[in-house]
């Protein structure tokens, strides 16, 4: 006789297993390999103020999509059918998602936009019938105002989505500013109040863990882009060295992020009396910076692979931009997670060369080679700076769960 076992909708807590993420969570990650290399093609086609803005808008809407995704099943659990189920079938929207993006703001305008909030509106409906079958009534009321916040913004989208360019831009950056601020303001609705932040009792490992697990993709995604590049164009003595400075340059981001912010944001927001709102500003927005950092990079690292020996304005505003933004991001996330009065000095001075670097940059003084390899050069000594200042910090005294000090 078999014994059929029925998975429980929400995940159990407590259990030395309760924050595993599940391998259909890594499963549907696949899905914004594409995006995200999406996005890196249509910035390089469009590398102008224009093309810009339209990328960094499509890439908040990839991200707000995948990590609503990623806090809802810090909840939901992932070996249940019907919550596989769901995520398959948010698969599919977000790949419709993903192919509409280089003409998002051309034909294929409505059909992001309907998927993009089928995405957000069906998966916090399903995550609401969950919770009105398992779940506390605090959860319940947590998904009944984002609901409610998100019903609100697709209906923005989607107009966005039938309208031309101007009108376009309009109705999807209140769309977008609705859905930014949902969090910041708890989701206040009325007649429903706003949501504790206690009600949002994430699993912190967990999240900790899945935003972890997107900067990995991303970090591919560049190297996929280096790669790919490289074995396209003609070998030559100034080709060599721009592959090699791309491929240091991603090791020193993983390096920076991963070697001590990863496990101490980890234990931080583990540990935290107040998971909900170390995620929401942590996780939520600041890894945010992050990603579009590495992303960006990617673009410069293609742009130097191909020309090394010149770039144009736009081109060094890449190569540039995209190490800066990823340094303020991490140095901003290790800040708010640690028990710091500023960021990492590291981070800070790097930020500081690059500044030093950018005017001479742009008087066209270093040639696109030079330059990524300046861009490098601070990076690696961002993250041996800040290796080597931990280790002294830390010599002779008690370790921490997350690998610090007492």
């Known amino acids: 006789m078999t014994v059929r076992i029925v998975q429980p909708l929400l995940r159990a807590r407590g259990g030395a297993d309760s924050g595993r993420v599940g391998f259909v969570e890594l499963f549907y990650d ?18 102008d103020l224009g093309g810009a803005w339209k990328t960094a808008f499509l890439l908040v809407a ?27 079938a ?29 995405m957000q509106v069906g ?11 398992e779940g506390s009534e605090g959860r319940r009321r947590n998904f009944q105002r984002i609901l409610a916040w998100l019903v609100l913004s697709a209906g923005f989208w989607i107009a966005g989505g039938l309208q031309a360019d101007g009108l376009r831009w309009a109705c999807w950056l209140v769309a977008m500013g609705l859905e930014l601020l949902g969090p910041l303001l708890r989701f206040r609705t009325p007649g429903l109040g706003a949501t504790p932040t206690s009600d949002w009792d994430v699993d912190g490992g967990h999240l900790a863990e899945r935003c972890g697990l997107f900067v990995i993709i991303a970090l591919g995604e560049s190297l996929l882009v280096t790669g790919a590049t490289f074995a396209g164009e003609a070998w030559s003595v100034d080709r060599f060295p721009a592959f090699a400075t791309a491929v240091l340059a991603s090791i020193a ?15 931080r927001i583990a540990h935290a009396d107040d998971p909900g709102r170390v995620a929401r500003v942590a996780y939520t927005y600041l890894h945010l910076l992050i990603v579009a950092g590495i992303l960006v990079s990617a673009v410069g690292d293609e742009l130097v692979l191909a020309h090394p020996g010149h770039a144009t ?4 505003a890449a190569i540039l931009g995209g190490p800066v933004v990823y340094l303020l991001g991490v140095g901003l996330f290790k800040w708010v997670t640690n028990s710091r009065r500023w960021p990492p000095a590291s981070h800070l001075a790097g930020l500081l060369a690059f500044a030093a670097v ?3 940059a ?6 696109a080679l030079e330059l990524a390899i300046l861009s490098t050069a601070i990076l690696v000594v961002v993250a041996v700076w800040e290796n080597i200042a931990l280790r002294a910090g830390t010599a002779g005294r008690p370790a921490t769960p997350d690998g610090s000090a007492t």
Do not use: E, K
């Not at 696949?30 to 590398?47: E, G, K, N, P």
């Open 30 to 47: 696949l899905v914004f390999v594409f995006a995200i290399t999406q996005l890196s093609h249509t910035l390089l086609a469009h590398l």
């Open 62 to 88: 990839v991200w707000w999509s995948w990590i609503y995704t990623a806090w809802a099943l810090n909840w939901l659990n992932p070996d249940s059918a019907p919550v596989r189920l769901m995520l398959f």
């Open 90 to 118: 948010l698969m599919f929207t977000g790949l419709l998602m993903s192919a509409s993006i280089p003409d998002a703001f051309g034909a294929r305008g409505l059909a992001f936009a309907c998927a993009y909030t089928a």
């Open 123 to 133: 998966r916090t409906a399903f995550a609401l019938w969950c919770m009105q079958r």
């Open 253 to 267: 981001m993983w390096w920076i992020y991963f070697d001590t912010g990863a496990v101490r944001g980890h234990h």
């Open 313 to 316: 304005d736009a081109g060094i």
């Open 358 to 360: 950018a005017p001479a």
């Open 362 to 367: 742009f008087a066209h003084a270093f040639g």
